[in-house]
């Protein structure tokens, strides 16, 4: 890759054209320059600068550096905003740049142990500066970065500033050594300098679309068919499935490496939920923070947060459609691309010899659909599994000959006991979180009129086990996909149960906290009153025993009891105000 002509330099526009350095910036084709939007922003205004002076430090054989003046790309502004998201702009050159760079961000499935090239332009290096780094995973305050750590920075005590990231090298391109691939942009370092943050090339394309289509290699994590709305994270019903996902998702020690999951063929319900909790974990989609940083602000926490469904942003690696697909010969141009760029990502990390070794989540959609023989197709799945990817393997149905290959070739021999093992886990949670549920309404019942009800599904979902472990008893040994398939879909319904059974125990606190709130504020307007001797008053008194009536007599509805209080405190104003008491 010849650096020299996407490496450019960005200062502030002046006439002269001697502004100062702001930082670096990379150049696609001939007129576009992708930076930080923190870099160029307007001190003053802390808007989008009207021009930027952009320079060709790195250019050859000519007499004075080469500069073109640029103004930011219509749509293509995103400052700062949220936890560590956004920062990003495109600029447009007013005249081409004087080489051309075939340069193109690249995508990739793992970005843990990856060494890293990093150029800038900090202050009194004219000719910019490379230093050396390890991509350490996903890293910073918010989902949107990639944490680097400087080679050799942390380890010397006397590390010079010359050997930490400084001032000048925001925007700088982050290119892989051993590959040459542009991974992404850097955004920020931490205070000593000594590890930076990324924004990767899929975070880049979520933010500019028609300019990922040009510049930015590599398959999507999500195949486009299978891709959600925005809205439809955000609004979508929580579902059991989507608990399970997460986990696994996230590494979590409830989870396998492979784990399979059983889809009705007529459960559109669960599929559509499935593909929100896949996107949600895809950093180039990631559809609850797919929106302007204005709208975001007013959107709130989504339904899946608050019921705990929230998987780490760029914690899908890929999925693979195989529905109509073969396997072993992909006809489809998408997959083929795919699963060549993960066996070269397996391989590549492998060689990294990272501790502990981050092993990239691949789902697998309907294999069981698949135009490969089923043996053959648990056979790649295998390799891939050995090699080191982690597997989420959904299959519509169990008599398929590529559920028993999966059965009998990838998972282990106790698979069966070890997730009756965790259903019971699951129930005992249902139980617990239902027991608490109860003990609020009978603390909420006396007092509020038709409160939120607790659930009551954990003697079913207890029945279940109790079912599922005699069938299993008898079997002594591997079990088949029938009996799998009966544990998948009672661990789904145990999980929405459980749903079910936290959101009836969240809204009864909501309620006992509002009526405790009252009492106390009603409480303390008294003691208010009493300090001053108006405790009596007549104006007072009959207010007092209404909201007192409502609070403690018997049920009531807690917005009358709310506008009882707030009618006790508007007198207690008025009484206190004349008492002299501002």
């Given at each position: 890759?010849?650096?020299?002509?996407?490496?450019?330099?960005?200062?502030?526009?002046?006439?002269?054209?001697?502004?100062?350095?702001?930082?670096?910036g990379v150049l696609f084709g001939?007129?576009?320059?992708?930076?930080?939007?923190?870099?160029?922003?307007?001190?003053?205004?802390?808007?989008?600068?009207?021009?930027?002076?952009?320079?060709?430090?790195?250019?050859?054989?000519?007499?004075?550096?080469?500069?073109?003046?640029?103004t930011v790309a219509a749509g293509?502004?995103?400052?700062?905003?949220?936890?560590?998201?956004?920062?990003?702009?495109?600029?447009v050159l007013d005249e081409p740049?004087?080489?051309?760079?075939?340069?193109?961000?690249?995508?990739?499935?793992?970005?843990?142990?990856?060494?890293?090239?990093?150029?800038?332009?900090?202050?009194?290096?004219?000719?910019?500066?490379?230093?050396?780094?390890?991509?350490?995973?996903?890293?910073?305050?918010?989902?949107?970065?990639?944490?680097?750590?400087?080679?050799?920075?942390?380890?010397?005590?006397?590390?010079?500033?010359?050997?930490?990231?400084?001032?000048?090298?925001?925007?700088?391109?982050?290119?892989?050594?051993?590959?040459?691939?542009?991974?992404?942009?850097?955004?920020?370092?931490?205070?000593?300098?000594?590890?930076?943050?990324?924004?990767?090339?899929?975070?880049?394309?979520?933010?500019?679309?028609?300019?990922?289509?040009?510049?930015?290699?590599?398959?999507?994590?999500?195949?486009?068919?299978?891709?959600?709305?925005?809205?439809?994270?955000?609004?979508?019903?929580?579902?059991?499935?989507?608990?399970?996902?997460?986990?696994?998702?996230?590494?979590?020690?409830?989870?396998?490496?492979?784990?399979?999951?059983?889809?009705?063929?007529?459960?559109?319900?669960?599929?559509?939920?499935?593909?929100?909790?896949?996107?949600?974990?895809?950093?180039?989609?990631?559809?609850?923070?797919?929106?302007?940083?204005?709208?975001?602000?007013?959107?709130?926490?989504?339904?899946?947060?608050?019921?705990?469904?929230?998987?780490?942003?760029?914690?899908?690696?890929?999925?693979?459609?195989?529905?109509?697909?073969?396997?072993?010969?992909?006809?489809?141009?998408?997959?083929?691309?795919?699963?060549?760029?993960?066996?070269?990502?397996?391989?590549?990390?492998?060689?990294?010899?990272?501790?502990?070794?981050?092993?990239?989540?691949?789902?697998?959609?309907?294999?069981?659909?698949?135009?490969?023989?089923?043996?053959?197709?648990?056979?790649?799945?295998?390799?891939?599994?050995?090699?080191?990817?982690?597997?989420?393997?959904?299959?519509?149905?169990?008599?398929?000959?590529?559920?028993?290959?999966?059965?009998?070739?990838?998972?282990?021999?106790?698979?069966?006991?070890?997730?009756?093992?965790?259903?019971?886990?699951?129930?005992?949670?249902?139980?617990?979180?239902?027991?608490?549920?109860?003990?609020?309404?009978?603390?909420?019942?006396?007092?509020?009129?038709?409160?939120?009800?607790?659930?009551?599904?954990?003697?079913?979902?207890?029945?279940?086990?109790?079912?599922?472990?005699?069938?299993?008893?008898?079997?002594?040994?591997?079990?088949?996909?029938?009996?799998?398939?009966?544990?998948?879909?009672?661990?789904?319904?145990?999980?929405?149960?459980?749903?079910?059974?936290?959101?009836?125990?969240?809204?009864?606190?909501?309620?006992?906290?509002?009526?405790?709130?009252?009492?106390?504020?009603?409480?303390?307007?008294?003691?208010?009153?009493?300090?001053?001797?108006?405790?009596?008053?007549?104006?007072?008194?009959?207010?007092?025993?209404?909201?007192?009536?409502?609070?403690?007599?018997?049920?009531?509805?807690?917005?009358?009891?709310?506008?009882?209080?707030?009618?006790?405190?508007?007198?207690?104003?008025?009484?206190?105000?004349?008492?002299?008491?501002?």
């Amino acid at each position: 890759m010849d650096h020299s002509s996407w490496r450019v330099r960005l200062r502030r526009w002046a006439a002269s054209g001697s502004g100062d350095v702001l930082g670096a910036g990379v150049l696609f084709g001939t007129d576009h320059v992708l930076t930080c939007a923190h870099v160029i922003r307007d001190p003053a205004t802390g808007r989008r600068p009207d021009r930027v002076q952009v320079e060709f430090p790195l250019l050859q054989g000519l007499t004075r550096t080469p500069r073109r003046t640029a103004t930011v790309a219509a749509g293509h502004w995103v400052p700062p905003f949220g936890k560590a998201q956004g920062d990003l702009a495109v600029l447009v050159l007013d005249e081409p740049a004087p080489v051309p760079s075939a340069v193109a961000l690249h995508r990739t499935l793992d970005y843990r142990g990856a060494p890293v090239l990093i150029d800038g332009f900090p202050e009194y290096q004219s000719g910019g500066q490379w230093l050396t780094g390890a991509c350490m995973g996903p890293g910073g305050e918010g989902d949107e970065r990639v944490q680097i750590d400087l080679t050799g920075a942390g380890a010397d005590a006397h590390a010079g500033p010359g050997q930490r990231l400084r001032g000048g090298f925001s925007g700088a391109g982050v290119r892989e050594e051993g590959t040459d691939r542009l991974l992404g942009i850097l955004a920020q370092a931490d205070e000593r300098g000594e590890r930076g943050y990324m924004i990767p090339a899929a975070t880049v394309a979520k933010y500019f679309r028609r300019f990922a289509e040009r510049h930015v290699t590599g398959p999507h994590a999500i195949p486009g068919h299978r891709v959600v709305s925005a809205d439809a994270a955000r609004t979508a019903r929580p579902h059991g499935l989507q608990r399970t996902v997460t986990r696994w998702l996230n590494g979590d020690a409830e989870a396998w490496d492979t784990e399979v999951l059983f889809l009705s063929e007529d459960d559109e319900r669960t599929r559509q939920a499935l593909y929100v909790v896949l996107n949600m974990a895809d950093r180039e989609q990631s559809p609850q923070l797919a929106v302007q940083p204005v709208e975001l602000a007013d959107q709130g926490d989504s339904l899946l947060s608050r019921a705990g469904i929230a998987p780490r942003v760029g914690s899908i690696g890929l999925v693979l459609d195989l529905e109509d697909a073969a396997l072993d010969d992909p006809a489809q141009p998408e997959l083929r691309e795919a699963l060549a760029v993960l066996r070269h990502e397996l391989r590549h990390a492998a060689r990294r010899h990272t501790a502990p070794p981050r092993r990239p989540a691949v789902a697998v959609l309907y294999a069981d659909r698949s135009a490969t023989e089923p043996a053959a197709a648990a056979r790649i799945l295998g390799e891939l599994a050995a090699s080191g990817a982690r597997l989420l393997i959904v299959v519509r149905d169990s008599t398929h000959g590529f559920s028993y290959a999966v059965a009998e070739r990838l998972l282990p021999a106790d698979r069966a006991a070890q997730w009756l093992q965790r259903l019971g886990n699951r129930v005992d949670a249902l139980a617990e979180a239902e027991r608490r549920a109860r003990r609020l309404f009978h603390r909420v019942e006396p007092h509020v009129v038709d409160p939120p009800v607790a659930t009551g599904y954990a003697a079913r979902a207890a029945l279940w086990t109790v079912q599922l472990s005699n069938e299993l008893r008898p079997l002594s040994g591997r079990s088949g996909p029938r009996f799998l398939e009966k544990l998948s879909y009672a661990e789904q319904a145990v999980e929405t149960y459980l749903l079910r059974a936290e959101r009836a125990e969240s809204e009864l606190r909501g309620v006992l906290d509002a009526h405790l709130r009252l009492r106390g504020l009603l409480r303390d307007h008294l003691a208010h009153l009493a300090r001053r001797g108006l405790d009596e008053h007549p104006d007072a008194v009959g207010p007092y025993r209404e909201a007192q009536r409502l609070l403690m007599a018997g049920p009531c509805p807690l917005a009358d009891a709310e506008r009882a209080v707030e009618a006790f405190a508007r007198a207690v104003r008025r009484l206190a105000g004349a008492d002299g008491d501002a």
